[in-house]
């Protein structure tokens, strides 16, 4: 959270980070906000079907499940595909309710016929590109469920071998 | 005497009203959110909007994981 005071109509954001660990099927989560506005304290809820197999939801597969940006040498990683199947048989619309704005944009098609799989692309924004972060966003089908789905993003930097021997040659001229 | 008992009930009262229109106030545009599925072994998040819409500022004192 930014801001921990906020004046008369302004506003600030909490972030819900959520790890899913070995959970298995429906998890819902009620963390309790505590101000000075007093009792009865709010709340915020989560919820989310975690699987054991997420080659196997429906009516989506995405391919991979969890997207790795990280980056360990100098060749910069600030893209990756994915694939999303439509295991149904009827045209599945998809719909972006959530992503981390901030840090990546993704491309995806607006529908996928039944049977077909279609490529899609997170791409790293520029400020985002010199940051550790795990983020995720959300997508919302049509189907009559309006199943949704989804897929954490991660990055991690670690500094070049070349970086790293001009941080020890440095530290030897002090 | 009765005079002297309305006037400290009216004093009261503006009082207790003049308390209550500085409360601070929190509130969110969207309080429940579906992640739908999700990998196991994997982190994920989304942000609320918290709203200050009261007369006084608005102290978040704590998160309580719940």
């Given amino acids: 959270m930014s801001k921990k005071e906020l004046a008369v109509g302004d506003s600030t954001k909490l972030e819900i980070i959520f790890s899913t660990k070995t959970y298995k099927n429906r998890i819902t989560k009620r963390p309790k906000i505590q101000t000075n506005e007093g009792p009865p304290d709010k709340r915020v809820q989560i919820i989310a079907d975690v699987v054991s197999r997420p080659d196997s939801t429906y009516p989506l597969v995405m391919k991979p499940y969890k997207l790795d940006l990280s980056q360990f040498g100098e060749k910069l990683r600030d893209k990756i595909d994915f694939t999303i199947t439509n295991v149904s048989d009827a045209k599945i619309d998809l719909e972006m309710i959530d992503f981390a704005k901030d840090y990546f944009e993704v491309k995806l098609p607006k ?15 520029k400020d985002a590109v010199s940051k550790n972060f795990e983020k995720s966003f959300t997508l919302e089908t049509n189907d009559t469920k309006k199943s949704r ?3 954490p993003v991660k990055r991690q930097l ?6 790293t021997k001009k941080v020890t040659k440095a530290s030897k001229n002090q | 005497m009765k005079k002297i008992t309305l006037i400290a009930a009216a004093l009261l009262l503006m009082l207790i009203a ?3 229109s500085s409360a601070p106030r929190m509130t969110m545009g969207e309080s429940v959110f579906n992640f739908g599925y999700v990998p196991q072994n994997s982190k994920i998040s989304h942000d609320f909007w918290l709203h200050s819409t009261g007369d006084d500022s608005l102290k978040i004192i704590k998160i309580v994981p719940g």
């Fill in chain 2, 18 to 20: 003049s308390q209550v």
């Fill in chain 1, 111 to 125: 529908s996928i016929s039944p049977g077909e799989s279609a490529s899609c692309t997170l791409k790293l924004k």
């Fill in chain 1, 158 to 163: 670690r500094a070049s071998a070349q970086d």
């Fill in chain 1, 149 to 151: 789905f989804t897929m």
